[in-house]
């Protein structure tokens, strides 16, 4: 029972310390990196994922064209119809692995525009699709120093038997680079360092 109590607790401060990471638009990141706070307990296992936009659209401010936007969209859409994350199990006597299905996922994705460089007052964001200037425009000397995220959020139950988890985010883009995971179980807290070559961590 305080095992189960202590779960919680640490559960209970890594979401609120994820909340806090999420809500702030300005926090530092470096181009093609991303980072994940993970959280496995009672079998539930729960992620979420912070990526540089430009790592997934190619921009970091909010999209001003319809291209821009279409970018956006597809990104969302690709992030939900995609399996970001595979299971496995890996048997003691043959060494291999085997796939193992969860039952469902549930993702939310959402990009976090830093509006405060987006040099609102010079340009109409407005899409008025009747305007005089072209759609065009290329904004990325406006737009230095601009910051912006993709947040994905994804929940799902795995199975007991599972030992290994891998990630398909490095296919999906191919210019992350990095991804770094904090996770917590239990009573303890553990850090991997994914990249395209070593895209999985055991649990």
Not at 50 to 79: C, H, M, N, W
Request: charged fraction near 25%; include cysteine; charge should be negative.
């Amino acid at each position: 029972m305080i095992d189960f109590v202590l779960i919680r607790l640490v559960m209970i401060g890594l979401i609120l310390w994820s909340s806090l990471i999420y809500s702030n638009p300005l926090k530092p990141h470096v181009h093609g990196q991303a980072t994940a706070e993970a959280i496995l307990a009672d079998g539930e296992f729960t992620i979420e994922i912070t990526i540089p936009s430009d790592t997934v659209v190619g921009f970091e401010y909010a999209p001003q064209t319809d291209l821009e936007q279409k970018r956006v969209d597809k990104a969302s859409t690709d992030f939900k119809r995609t399996p970001l994350f595979d299971f496995f199990h890996e048997s003691r006597f043959l060494k291999r692995l085997t796939k193992v299905n969860p039952p469902s996922v549930i993702k939310d994705v959402d990009f976090v525009w830093d509006k405060s460089e987006s040099n609102e007052s010079d340009h109409d964001h407005g899409h008025n699709h009747h305007d005089d200037h072209p759609h065009d425009h290329d904004y990325s000397s406006d737009n230095q120093g601009s910051h912006a995220e993709c947040h994905i959020k994804l929940r799902t139950v795995i199975d007991p038997s599972v030992t290994h988890i891998k990630t398909n985010l490095f296919s999906l883009l191919p210019d992350l680079t990095d991804l770094t995971v904090v996770l917590v179980r239990d009573e303890r807290q553990e850090s991997f360092h994914l990249t395209p070559k070593d895209a999985a961590f055991d649990i």
